[in-house]
């Protein structure tokens, strides 16, 4: 009994290959574009992620506080 190969043709290999090579070619310029963001980028950025977590921090801390004697009636102690 002999065994076909997976791949009857280079075109089957080449079709099949076409994605990942895109991908990667893809990959390989976008990190050649990326750069280091300098000081006054990096510290916007910065600034920006702290107001969010004290945002949300804050946002949860209310919900806790509104949801504690809300929760105390429903349930009675």
């Known amino acids: 009994m002999q065994r076909t190969p997976p791949f009857t043709t280079m075109d089957e290999l080449t079709t099949l ?3 990942p090579t895109e ?3 893809d990959s390989v310029r ?3 574009k990326c750069t280091k963001p300098d000081r006054r980028e990096f510290l916007k ?3 920006a992620v702290g ?3 004290l945002v949300m921090g804050l ?3 209310f919900v806790k506080l509104i949801h504690l004697p809300i929760n105390n009636i429903l349930v009675g102690s």
Do not use: A, D, M, P
């Open 17 to 19: 290959l076409s994605g």
């Open 23 to 25: 991908f990667f070619k």
């Open 30 to 32: 976008l990190l050649n």
């Open 45 to 47: 950025i910065s600034q």
């Open 51 to 53: 107001v969010g977590f």
């Open 59 to 61: 946002i949860g801390y």
